[in-house]
T-cell receptor, first 116, second 114 residues
Framework: GAGVSQSPSNKVTEKGKDVELRCDPI?????LYWYRQRLGQGLEFLIY????????KSGLPSDRFSAERTGGSVSTLTIQRTQQEDSAVYLC??????????????FGNGTRLTVT | DQQVKQNSPSLSVQEGRISILNCDYT??????FLWYKKYPAEGPTFLIS?????DKNEDGRFTVFLNKSAKHLSLHIVPSQPGDSAVYFC?????????????FGTGTLLAVQP
């Protein structure tokens, strides 16, 4: 399909383990975003990539969280030493360019992470 | 502190009637507002947006109204259809020029009864 693809769709992990979440943005989209939604909460910004610029990591909640984007396309969000409060739906989005005015975000279906 | 607030967690309307979803914000630096719609197990999809230089934007059955002095926006859906049943998120951007970092509300679950 032509949409944003995320994998896995569901992940259950034990507390203390590391997890990797993957995002394939829409081809040609230069901007990529990670958000998360915890139960009963709104979407929370985590990190943003735009082309070859340094990512905006201002939303990452702790140094256990990191993300990279290889070749300006696929992105991986890594959570080390997972904690129960990391349980959430992790959403990836991409947009054609960085200006939101005429370039809305296209979201994937998310990865539901459950830390037991 | 929640900069974008959707105080109604849920709303139920009858098919054919108007749905009005409300959103309040606290940051006067926000200059662009969007509504996203989310079905279960899917990611949010863009619905409609409005720039702070306007007070109304219409797209088919969907109209967004912006009242800057009250820091309030609303989404009107008329006529409502059962397929509109979803969670609606209000989002804002522009704080400190960070136009690429949306601040989302907590969402309102709309149920349109046939």
């Amino acid at each position: 399909g032509a949409g944003v693809s995320q994998s896995p769709s569901n992940k259950v992990t034990e507390k203390g383990k590391d997890v990797e979440l993957r995002c394939d943005p829409i081809s040609g989209h230069t901007a990529l975003y990670w958000y998360r939604q915890r139960l009963g909460q709104g979407l929370e910004f985590l990190i943003y990539f735009q082309g070859n610029s340094a990512p905006d990591k201002s939303g990452l909640p702790s140094d256990r969280f990191s993300a990279e984007r290889t070749g300006g396309s696929v992105s991986t969000l890594t959570i080390q030493r997972t904690q129960q409060e990391d349980s959430a739906v992790y959403l990836c989005a991409s947009s054609l360019w960085a200006g939101l005015g005429n370039s809305p975000l296209h979201f994937g279906n998310g990865t539901r992470l459950t830390v037991t | 502190d929640q900069q974008v607030k959707q105080n109604s967690p849920s709303l139920s309307v009858q098919e054919g009637r108007i749905s009005i979803l409300n959103c309040d914000y606290t940051n006067s630096m926000f200059d662009y507002f969007l509504w996203y719609k989310k079905y279960p197990a899917e990611g949010p999809t863009f619905l409609i947006s409005i720039s702070s230089i306007k007070d109304k934007n219409e797209d088919g059955r969907f109209t967004v109204f912006l009242n800057k002095s009250a820091k309030h926006l609303s989404l009107h859906i008329v006529p409502s259809q059962p397929g509109d049943s979803a969670v609606y998120f209000c989002a804002a951007s522009g704080e400190g020029g960070a136009t690429n970092k949306l601040i989302f509300g907590t969402g309102t679950l709309l149920a349109v009864q046939p």
